[in-house]
């Protein structure tokens, strides 16, 4: 088969541009006598403009005054801020109305230790807020603010059905200028940052800047699947590593947060030895199941008899890939329930019944473990690199 004619490529819209490649791909097709057997699908989108316009108006911007003193468990994340004379601190961020009531949700290090919060919505329009809770292990904060009629607002979709290579936006106040759309793809799933004891982040390489904490995620049909939280780059700008919190995370914790105002985890009371898997050589497939390095005392773990050296391979039938996989299935577990765990000792396998209790302050506040260790009772930590951020610590 010969080609019968030429096909131009300057198009004067984006649609014909488009077109006129998947024109050239069924050429192709043809040339090759068949081997495709149909032209690929376009590799970009028209326009991200409807899917903008209907979501931008639950986008809001977070304004915080923030005392002295304040303390985050997660460093040098994106945002602004400047120290006035008073020695508060003021922070910018983004958030994103949840329920037409007026619930927000945004990052825990954008609210800090707030003296006064203030929201801006897309049209103009400004209102106090107040902090129903924070939850600083996930970063997450719910606020609300009171209004004489239905907001607008934003429904949450189910990040574990978002892949690798699927578009996004990100909407936000990248260094306070207001609303701005970025698009891009998921590049990874289920990233490890060293951010805190249960990271699992999306990431992505639409653009994220100082500014952007705490604003959603969007897939495209419109729903949140991820709250934008960190970025890593030398420069302090967007080098197109960004890092949400998946959805399927902060539908639990501000459930939890709306509803008592912090969030109660399970306790096991183990640390986890994450030094093997980090000096075993790439490409080398790790054996399911973690070592536990230390039982703290008084812990359920030492009450039901796990033992230093045992190897946990399951928990409640789901076998335990790494130390994050079980800690979130410890968190997850509520207090006085009872898990079924499976351990390899001395080379047998023995079934171990745990009752679970819920995680102590003191325990969810730590943020210095052991390098090597995981700590927080059941929560890995493996003393990696500095969290990834910029341009600030919000």
Same mark, same amino acid.
């Given at each position: 088969?010969?080609?019968?004619?030429?096909?131009?490529?300057?198009?004067?819209?984006?649609?014909?541009?488009?077109?006129?490649?998947?024109?050239?791909?069924?050429?192709?097709?043809?040339?090759?006598?068949?081997?495709?057997?149909?032209?690929?699908?376009?590799?970009?989108?028209?326009?991200?403009?409807?899917?903008?316009?209907?979501?931008?108006?639950?986008?809001?911007?977070?304004?915080?005054?923030?005392?002295?003193? !304040?303390?985050?468990?997660?460093?040098?994340?994106?945002?602004?801020?400047?120290?006035?004379?008073?020695?508060?601190?003021?922070?910018? !961020?983004?958030?994103?109305?949840?329920?037409?009531?007026?619930?927000?949700?945004?990052?825990? =290090?954008?609210?800090?230790?707030?003296?006064?919060?203030?929201?801006?919505?897309?049209?103009?329009?400004?209102?106090?807020?107040?902090?129903? !809770?924070?939850?600083?292990?996930?970063?997450?904060?719910?606020?609300?603010?009171?209004?004489?009629?239905?907001l607008p607002s934003v429904a949450f979709g189910d990040s574990q059905r978002a892949q690798v290579g699927d578009w996004v936006i990100a909407v936000g106040n990248p260094f306070g200028l207001g609303g701005t759309v970025t698009a891009g793809i998921i590049s990874a799933r289920s990233r490890e940052i060293g951010a805190g004891p249960y990271d699992d982040f999306i990431q992505l390489d639409a653009a994220i800047n100082s500014g952007n904490s705490g604003g959603p995620l969007f897939n495209m049909e419109g729903q949140v699947i991820g709250v934008n939280t960190a970025i890593f780059s030398p420069s302090g700008g967007s080098v197109g590593l960004g890092?949400?919190?998946?959805?399927?995370?902060?539908?639990?914790?501000?459930?939890?947060?709306?509803?008592?105002?912090?969030?109660?985890?399970?306790?096991?009371?183990?640390?986890?030895?994450?030094?093997?898997?980090?000096?075993?050589?790439?490409?080398?497939?790790?054996?399911?199941?973690?070592?536990?390095?230390?039982?703290?005392?008084?812990?359920?773990?030492?009450?039901?008899?796990?033992?230093?050296?045992?190897?946990?391979?399951?928990?409640?039938?789901?076998?335990?890939?790494?130390?994050? =996989?079980?800690?979130?299935?410890?968190?997850?577990?509520?207090?006085?329930?009872?898990?079924?765990?499976?351990?390899?000792?001395?080379?047998?396998?023995?079934?171990?019944?745990?009752?679970?209790?819920?995680?102590?302050?003191?325990?969810?506040?730590?943020?210095?473990?052991?390098?090597?260790?995981?700590?927080?009772?059941?929560?890995?930590?493996?003393?990696?690199?500095?969290?990834?951020?910029?341009?600030?610590?919000?």
């Amino acid at each position: 088969m010969t080609n019968s004619g030429s096909i131009t490529l300057n198009f004067p819209s984006l649609r014909a541009r488009w077109r006129s490649r998947l024109l050239v791909a069924v050429a192709a097709a043809g040339l090759l006598g068949g081997a495709l057997a149909a032209a690929p699908p376009a590799l970009a989108r028209e326009s991200f403009a409807e899917l903008a316009r209907t979501v931008s108006p639950a986008v809001v911007n977070v304004a915080v005054v923030q005392a002295p003193g !304040g303390r985050s468990t997660i460093p040098r994340r994106f945002g602004q801020q400047q120290p006035p004379p008073n020695g508060n601190t003021r922070a910018l !961020g983004s958030g994103f109305i949840i329920d037409p009531t007026g619930y927000i949700v945004t990052n825990s =290090h954008v609210v800090g230790n707030p003296v006064e919060v203030r929201i801006t919505m897309a049209d103009g329009r400004e209102f106090p807020a107040r902090v129903v !809770g924070q939850d600083e292990l996930t970063d997450l904060a719910v606020l609300k603010i009171d209004a004489t009629e239905a907001l607008p607002s934003v429904a949450f979709g189910d990040s574990q059905r978002a892949q690798v290579g699927d578009w996004v936006i990100a909407v936000g106040n990248p260094f306070g200028l207001g609303g701005t759309v970025t698009a891009g793809i998921i590049s990874a799933r289920s990233r490890e940052i060293g951010a805190g004891p249960y990271d699992d982040f999306i990431q992505l390489d639409a653009a994220i800047n100082s500014g952007n904490s705490g604003g959603p995620l969007f897939n495209m049909e419109g729903q949140v699947i991820g709250v934008n939280t960190a970025i890593f780059s030398p420069s302090g700008g967007s080098v197109g590593l960004g890092f949400a919190i998946p959805s399927t995370i902060v539908q639990s914790v501000v459930q939890q947060l709306r509803e008592q105002g912090r969030v109660a985890r399970g306790w096991l009371g183990v640390s986890m030895d994450t030094r093997d898997a980090a000096k075993r050589a790439p490409g080398v497939r790790r054996d399911p199941g973690v070592r536990v390095s230390e039982v703290q005392p008084g812990s359920p773990a030492q009450r039901a008899g796990i033992r230093v050296g045992d190897v946990i391979l399951r928990y409640n039938d789901r076998e335990i890939q790494g130390p994050r =996989h079980l800690a979130w299935s410890v968190a997850e577990t509520r207090a006085g329930e009872q898990a079924r765990i499976v351990v390899r000792r001395d080379g047998r396998e023995e079934t171990i019944n745990v009752t679970i209790a819920q995680q102590p302050a003191q325990v969810a506040g730590a943020r210095t473990p052991e390098p090597g260790k995981g700590g927080n009772g059941a929560a890995p930590r493996n003393g990696g690199p500095t969290p990834p951020g910029g341009g600030g610590s919000k």
